[in-house]
């Protein structure tokens, strides 16, 4: 079945990139996606990109797609204190946005 | 982005006992809203799709008579877990289609079951 996978963890320093990576296995979805979650409250989406396309850049994230490999990732650049959260990425079933399979998330530590 | 409401936050509920979960869409009008699961320390696993108008569909492994969904209006979508049970305890969340492609979703109720 459908699986989307995602390291644990990642710790950076402050200023520095943080790349957040992430491979799923179903070649069929349209629209892949990134979402974050701060303790305690809901889902943020982030950002989006098509299947169709290599890379799409949002002010300081970057968002790098390698369809071959089904493999996604968010590079979020002069990384903040503010920015520590867990990232969760997405692959919608097919074309259906609506109905999303996400991986485990990541939790993101930015120290100072 | 789109604006989604849970009521209530956090309930506590003793075993055995009913629980409503109200997911409200303030900014769209939705014929679909999404209902999904997280544990602690987990992803969010999809368990119905709302469907104004007509019966929810749920994927495969949930139990629809555990979990009633009903679609009240294009904006309202309610989750009720009958007969709670300690297993039951997790974090529920809605989700609203957007304009184009983006998914929007609710800030979570968290249950409790004792």
């Known amino acids: 079945g459908e699986d989307v996978e995602q390291s644990l963890f990642l710790s950076v320093r402050e200023g520095d990139s943080s790349v957040i990576n992430c491979t799923y296995t179903d070649s069929s979805s349209t629209y892949l996606y990134w979402y974050k979650q701060e303790p305690g409250a809901g889902l943020q989406l982030l950002t989006y990109?098509?299947?169709?396309?290599d890379m799409k850049q949002d002010q300081r994230l970057t968002v790098l797609l390698n369809k071959k490999d089904k493999h996604l990732s968010l590079r979020i650049a002069d990384t903040q204190t503010g920015d520590s959260a867990i990232y969760f990425c997405?692959?919608?079933?097919?074309?259906?946005?609506?109905?999303?399979?996400f991986g485990q998330g990541t939790t993101l530590q930015v120290k100072p | 982005g789109a604006v989604v409401s849970q009521h209530p936050s956090w309930v506590i509920c003793k075993s055995g006992t009913s629980v409503k979960i109200e997911c409200r869409s303030l900014?769209?009008?939705?014929?679909?809203m999404f209902w999904y699961r997280q544990f602690p320390k987990q992803s969010l696993m999809l368990m119905a799709t709302s469907n104004e108008g007509s019966k929810a569909t749920y994927e495969q492994g949930v139990e629809k008579d555990k979990f009633l969904i009903n679609h009240a209006s294009l904006t309202l979508s309610t989750l009720t877990v009958t007969s709670a049970h300690p297993e039951d305890s997790s974090f529920y969340i809605c989700s609203v289609p957007g304009r184009l492609y983006e998914q929007y979703f609710g800030p979570g109720t968290r249950l409790t079951v004792t």
């Open positions: 900014d769209f009008q939705a014929t679909t």
């Open positions: 990109i098509f299947s169709n396309m």
């Open positions: 997405a692959e919608s079933m097919g074309s259906n946005t609506g109905k999303l399979i």
